[in-house]
């Protein structure tokens, strides 16, 4: 693998932070674009399922990396193992699980949680012991892999649990479950709802609520990143005063994926200069292309180094897991991500390069943005078009002409300097008149 894509894996920063089965989506997207040997990956794999009752898949791994028939002894047993707790666990459920199969039956629960233990007491003998029992096979479910079932067991589960943090825990392997099914509109609600308990429960420490700040961050990256309003839920929690204090404190790669958001999500350019701050302040601890892209662009109007960066971000992105989904199209395979993420970079070095020069030479502004000089000319021509901006391309000098509806940068500085001066005027006169007005008392 090239040195500079493992550099930009933030694989060994995220995955901490992620459920272990979340993270096996992360190693099949490695795989598949071959960042790490094949080998290595497969390791890995065995390595986390070994946490997990996965056995039959950990044995097709084994096999595929020692070229065996035949898995060893230890895995063997611990298949036995996990199918007779499996059979036991379902026999412990059985009271419970046939009541949630009986349609009839589930119309007697209401919202009302004391009710439904007693009417479940009384009428089905079904008492404390059962409702945990669901949870223990809702949990050993999830373990196997079963993501389904576990989901419906660990809704059903928390509309009889009385404990506020086993209840927690199941919302936790619902929203995983939730993922790792690609149920998004659902996940997104599980999340919003975690959201909402984080934010309110009273933690043991504040430490503890950070953490599960940051936690929820971590997972929400596969929703985000796949639901359709994603990148405007991103924005709206990550830029959040409280998490964004934990990304800065805690986790500043996320930095990465806010940043990303705010570069293709047009609607939310009005907090772009929020972030640009929040740049600013973190540009000694964390670095990223993404991140040194907007740096370039916002704060030292860099634009022969916005551009190499430009390049270095969409490697960035065609192979990160979140941001590097790929669509096939017939025969041809496409990262939309990438594809819009490049447009509106280009758009972002255009608007900010025009603010500071009112005639831009054709050739260079190609050059910046990355494109060769037809392209660029058909681009603007379009942006023109599509944006109404009051521009015009001079072709017998080559040249784009700006005719800004605001100042530019230089005169920007003048009108404050104006502005300064008057007001510094105005509060000399206050001073003088005070003091004038002490004098005659």
Request: hydrophobic content about 40%; glycine content about 2%.
């Amino acid at each position: 693998m090239e040195e500079s894509k493992k550099n930009y894996d933030l694989t060994p920063l995220v995955a901490p932070n992620l459920d272990r089965h979340l993270v096996f989506p992360i190693l099949e997207f490695l795989q598949e674009h071959q960042l790490y040997p094949e080998e290595q990956i497969l390791k890995f794999k065995i390595e986390l399922l070994s946490k997990t009752n996965m056995v039959d898949y950990a044995m097709d791994i084994h096999k595929s990396l020692y070229h065996s028939e035949d898995a060893p002894q230890d895995m063997v047993e611990r298949r036995a193992e996990v199918v007779a707790r499996l059979k036991s666990l379902e026999e412990a459920a059985a009271p419970l699980v046939s009541f949630l199969l009986n349609p009839s039956a589930v119309q007697e629960l209401r919202a009302d949680k004391q009710y439904n233990l007693q009417m479940l007491k009384e009428r089905y003998q079904i008492g404390p012991d059962q409702i945990e029992a669901l949870y223990q096979y809702a949990k050993f479910q999830f373990e196997c892999g079963n993501y389904s079932g576990a989901a419906d067991y660990l809704y059903q589960y928390r509309t009889l649990c009385s404990n506020l943090e086993r209840s927690l825990s199941a919302l936790w392997g619902k929203l995983a479950s939730e993922i790792l099914m690609q149920n998004w509109d659902i996940a997104l609600e599980e999340l919003n709802r975690l959201k909402e308990i984080i934010d309110s429960k009273s933690f043991a420490s504040p430490l503890n609520q950070v953490q599960n700040r940051i936690w929820l961050m971590h997972w929400g990256l596969y929703i985000f990143f796949n639901h359709d309003n994603g990148r405007t839920q991103i924005i709206d929690l990550f830029n959040q005063d409280k998490y964004l204090n934990a990304i800065q404190t805690s986790a500043p790669h996320l930095l990465r994926y806010l940043a990303t958001a705010f570069i293709v999500n047009k609607r939310r350019r009005p907090q772009l200069k929020e972030f640009i701050k929040v740049i600013q302040q973190e540009h000694y601890s964390y670095k990223d292309p993404i991140i040194e892209f907007l740096a370039c662009v916002f704060v030292n109007y860099d634009f022969d180094r916005a551009q190499k960066k430009m390049k270095e971000c969409e490697e960035v992105i065609v192979n990160d897991p979140f941001l590097g989904k790929r669509v096939e199209d017939g025969n041809f395979s496409t990262v939309p991500l990438r594809d819009e993420f490049l447009e509106n970079a280009r758009l972002f070095i255009f608007e900010t390069y025009c603010k500071i020069h009112q005639r831009i030479d054709m050739g260079v502004l190609a050059e910046k943005l990355n494109l060769n000089y037809e392209e660029a000319e058909r681009w603007i021509v379009n942006l023109i078009r599509t944006s109404k901006l009051d521009a015009k391309i001079d072709s017998e000098s080559g040249t784009v002409i700006m005719e800004p509806t605001q100042p530019n940068v230089h005169e920007q500085l003048i009108n404050h300097t104006k502005g300064l001066s008057g007001r510094t005027y105005k509060l000399v006169n206050q001073l003088l008149e005070h003091t004038q007005a002490q004098a005659t008392r």
